[in-house]
């Protein structure tokens, strides 16, 4: 695509700041990089090889994805170093990750031994073995061994299966992450990292080798980044971050938005834009707008953004308006390109290629 301005792209379209997403990749670099937790950012959050190379450049040491479908759009990309941060169930799925094996480095997550023994079987007779960390449930209540005696006994049936390497261990404090107060948030964390090293303590009694213990999201990632053993810290939404999470981590700026075009001004008091479900996520929220004084998003329908516009604040047809959305994460599944901007020049157009990769 040609270089042009952000107000001739045609909307609703999925934009993000280049100066801001850089600056967030660069700080959360510089916090690591001397540290012994290092950086392996969740992509999720922007599905986005370009933005994972740009992470890996920066130092990271690799990359988290939730999905096995996301790890092959990263893998295909030339991203070599994956955790897939979730359980690969099923023949079908184990068959996909064996297949993923050969063209980069790959670790999963294991919470059982059935599951834990199929993918040992089907990996021996492929001539394979995997890489796994035991997830621990450190709170949240998702997936995971329940910390200390449990995980302990599904390390040692890992030790029988010939198929599995078992790296370490896996937990991520999603319960913390949000709360807003950071006294509350770390305390909560450091329970959820007591629990962890905790568990790691009591496989390393038993003879096991803990290399890896991972954890972390952009909530906590100065807590779990700097507690003693942790290796590495799974943080994502840092880098293009969203509304509901500036609210907690303020030293990251909202790079992300959706940039939408007035489409009605039917009434006074209130302008229509052309971005609605469709193209922003509201389950944490509606979206803010951005530098229009007075304007505010009073709902979504499926593709249109109603604007409440206060005495003196104006929009006409055809004006261009940025929307942070609340969720970047779920937003980003929604669009098929970024569009990389610098002071109102598109410079590139990037494919969200893990987009939809949910299986
Ligand atoms: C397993 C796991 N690790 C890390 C994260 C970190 O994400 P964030 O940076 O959005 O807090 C998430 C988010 O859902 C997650 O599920």
């Known amino acids: ?19 801001l997403l850089e600056g967030n990749i660069r700080k959360m670099a510089d916090f690591f990089a001397e540290r012994e937790a290092k950086l392996r950012p969740h992509v999720k959050t922007h599905k986005c090889p370009e933005i994972a190379l740009m992470q890996l450049r920066a130092g990271a040491k690799g990359i988290t994805c939730a999905k096995l479908g996301e790890a092959e759009a990263m893998a295909a990309r030339g991203v070599d170093d994956i955790l897939v941060a979730n359980q690969i169930v099923g023949r079908k799925k184990i068959e996909r990750l064996l297949e993923l094996l050969g063209k980069c480095n790959l670790a999963i ?36 061994a329940k910390p200390g005696k449990e995980a302990l006994q599904l390390a040692k049936k890992i030790a029988q299966m010939k198929g599995i390497n078992l790296r370490g261990l896996m937990g991520y404090e999603g319960h913390a992450v949000y709360i807003e107060n950071y006294g509350e948030r770390r305390s909560e964390c450091l329970k959820a990292l007591n629990a962890l090293l905790g568990t790691k303590s009591l496989l390393e009694e038993d003879g096991f080798e803990v290399g890896v213990v991972s954890g972390g ?4 990632y100065d807590i779990t980044g700097s507690y003693p053993g942790v290796t590495e810290v799974q943080a994502g939404s840092y880098a293009t971050m969203d509304a509901r999470y500036k609210k907690v981590v303020q030293e990251f700026d909202c790079a992300l938005r959706v940039l939408t075009t007035v489409i009605s001004c039917p009434a006074p008091g209130r302008a229509v834009v052309d971005a609605g479900m469709k193209s922003i996520t509201t389950e944490f929220g509606l979206p803010v707008v951005k530098g229009v004084e007075g304007a505010t998003v009073s709902r979504l ?41 610098r002071g109102g020049v598109v410079e590139s157009v990037w494919d969200v290629a893990a987009r939809g990769k949910s299986a």
């Open 301 to 341: 329908s499926e593709e249109h953004g109603i604007l409440k516009l206060e005495e003196g604040a104006k929009l006409c047809l055809e004006d261009k308006i940025e929307l942070i959305p609340s969720h970047g994460c779920t937003t980003v599944n929604l669009h098929e390109k970024i569009f990389a901007v």
């Open 217 to 220: 999201g952009t909530g906590t």
């Open 109 to 144: 997550a294991v919470d059982d031994p059935s599951n834990a023994q199929t993918i040992s079987d089907m990996a021996l007779s492929a001539g394979k073995s995997v890489d796994v960390l035991i997830e621990v449930d450190v709170g949240m209540g998702r997936c995971g």
């Open 1 to 19: 695509m040609p270089v042009c301005s952000l107000n001739e792209l045609d909307t609703p379209a999925l934009v993000v700041d280049l100066d």
